[in-house]
């Protein structure tokens, strides 16, 4: 069936062809170009300079007001000593008393002046300390009134009275600074607004979202369902859901939407506090059991890009349609934000709160990345059996750019001592739960994967990524490789690219530069290609010869 020409999205309608090809364009855009690098570093030390300035210009200001006012002062003073002004001349009581008050009307206004001018210096000078924070911290934002960013996790209870069954949880997990991504969401979220913030993979952007919600909800209620969590994937929104039980403990229901749930689940009975979910199971539910979304105070959109994708934008927008409550708070989280996310995001959201960290959709700064030409498919399987038997360095995470090939991957390495795993669509539930268990546990060492677990997966300790398929697309090759350098830690990418690769490279060699990689100057000096998705047909990958 033709599909419509266009679609809505937040009431507004977008034409199909026209947000696909935006869409593709960004995929094609250059997510870092060293030019575009230097106008950012520019732009944004030329924001820090002008916030300094205005500060600086307000303190004068400021000390103007403040002479005014002790020349005034002194001069009543003066006038005082004469006896010219407060001592009355006899008989002039109705002057006198009509003076006095003057006298203490304006007493009064030099007394909330200068309460008003040391307001507007305090102020002033929080800001000053706040661009000089965030600027150590690596924090760019934008938008009105946004709130200080966290100096540590104790601030939670002296600024905003975290309880401390919440805080003695946040012990357990060790955590012992926020990130900087949470330095500045968490306040945001506390104070009623709604964001968009990107920051590298790995650097905590879940707790920065569950924590401000389990804070703003305080308790369990019979309400109904109050937080939504959207993700891309199931096996994210599972781990999402993991990781909100973990700060949660048994205070709050927090439910993930099964595959079960979504087709049985009776909401009207069932507690739950704060769901997770992906856009089709959570679409699903809304139409074919009635859950009531009305309530839902919070709606976080995690790896925001991937859900503004075509074909899942849709069933984001039903959603998004869903949670009718006016005073909802929504907000967007993912290490790659493109200008067109944000533009259509912006359409449903109010005034919301920009937070970027570090550089735009670049990679994580801890993974060590390089690019390695194999000539043809046969020289891949050569080269990965290679890198193996040199340094095997598990867990490592081997990227395929489909499942058949994820198969045909496992096939050549499952009878190598390399405790290889596969996991990708066509298998199972179970399958691939326990393929994410086994390797979660070290019991397997090599999980070839498609680009079903690319994103936000955190696999404690990934050493290594290896790209055995060059990515589609620049975002793709940022999650890919953020499966490793999480949380601190360092990591390594390899990315194997053939002949029929080269055309992209100079896209992905943006990226390695812009977090700080090296790459060979004829790679630089390569054309930036317009990139639609790139997976071209490759041959199958076999050892066995074609018969
Ligand atoms: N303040 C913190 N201190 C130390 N570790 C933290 C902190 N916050 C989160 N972490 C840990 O950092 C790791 C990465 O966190 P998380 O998965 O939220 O990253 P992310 O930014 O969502 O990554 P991605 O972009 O890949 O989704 C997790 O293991 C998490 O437990």
């Known amino acids: 069936m033709e599909k419509d020409a266009s679609f809505l999205f937040g009431g507004i309608s977008f034409n199909r ?10 995929k094609g855009k250059n997510i870092v170009d060293s ?3 230097l106008q950012l570093i520019e732009k944004e030390d030329k924001t820090f300079d002008d916030s300094l300035e205005k500060v600086e210009f307000v303190e004068n200001e400021i000390s103007e007001m403040e002479d005014e006012t002790s020349t005034s002062v002194s001069k009543k003073r003066k006038r005082k000593e004469k006896g010219t002004v407060s001592d009355s001349v006899e008989g002039f009581s109705v002057f006198k ?20 001018i040391q307001g507007k210096k305090e102020y002033y000078q929080q800001l000053e300390r706040d661009a000089i924070f965030r600027k150590m911290h690596n924090i760019h934002v934008s938008g009105s009134n946004i709130p200080s960013p966290l100096h540590n996790f104790a601030e939670l209870r002296s ?3 975290c309880r401390s069954y919440l805080l003695r949880n946040l012990a357990k997990l060790g955590f012992k600074e926020p990130t900087p991504i949470q330095r500045q969401t968490i306040p945001v979220l506390l104070s009623g607004r709604e964001c968009f913030a990107c920051a590298p993979t790995g650097s905590g952007k879940t707790f920065a979202f569950v924590f401000p919600i389990l804070m703003k909800l305080k308790h369990t209620s019979k309400d109904g369902v109050r ?3 959207l993700s891309p994937t199931r096996e994210l929104a599972a781990q999402t859901t993991r990781e909100c039980k973990k700060l949660a403990r048994k205070k709050f229901y927090i439910r993930l939407m099964t595959k079960q749930l979504a087709k049985s689940g009776d909401f009207s009975k069932l507690r739950c506090d704060v769901l997770i979910s992906t856009p089709l199971r959570l679409k699903f539910a809304i139409q074919k059991r009635k859950l009531d979304l009305s309530r839902v105070e919070f709606l976080v959109l995690d790896e925001s890009d991937k859900l503004f994708e075509p074909g899942m934008l849709e069933q984001v927008d039903f959603v998004v349609k869903a949670c009718t409550n006016p ?24 005034d919301a709160v920009r937070i970027i960290i570090g550089r735009k959709n670049s990679a994580s700064e801890t993974i060590e990345q390089k690019l390695v030409y194999v000539g043809s498919e046969e020289g891949k399987l050569l080269a990965l059996r290679q890198s193996f038997a040199e340094s095997l360095n598990p867990p490592v995470l081997v990227f395929v750019q489909n499942k058949e090939r994820a198969k045909e991957l496992y096939d050549e390495l499952k009878l190598e001592d390399i405790r290889p795993d596969v996991i990708h669509s066509d298998l199972s539930q179970i399958q691939r739960e326990n393929a994410i268990d086994n390797f979660r546990a070290g019991k397997t060492w090599v999980l070839i994967a498609t680009d079903v677990v690319a994103r936000g997966m955190d696999f404690k300790g990934v050493n290594c990524v290896i790209n055995y398929d060059f990515p589609d697309a620049a975002a793709a090759y940022i999650h890919r490789i953020g499966r490793s350098g999480r949380a601190g830690r360092s990591g390594q990418a390899i990315t194997f690219y053939t002949e029929a690769d080269i055309p992209f490279l100079r ?17 630089m000096s390569l054309t930036k290609k317009k990139w639609r998705k790139h997976r071209p047909k490759r041959e199958t990958i076999s050892t066995q010869p074609d018969i």
């Open 507 to 523: 896209n992905i060699a943006n990226v390695i530069t812009s977090s700080g990689g090296e790459v060979p100057e004829w790679i």
């Open 97 to 116: 008393s009509s003076k006095l008050k003057k006298e203490a009307a304006s007493e009064e206004t030099d007394q909330s002046v200068n309460e008003l």
């Open 35 to 37: 030019a575009e690098k």
């Open 17 to 26: 062809k026209k947000f696909a090809r935006d869409f593709d364009r960004f």
């Open 159 to 161: 600024r905003y009275k």
């Open 227 to 229: 937080a939504v969590i």
């Open 327 to 350: 005073s909802i708070l929504r907000s967007l989280f993912s290490a790659t934000l493109p200008d067109i996310v944000e533009d259509r995001a912006r359409t449903i959201m109010h």
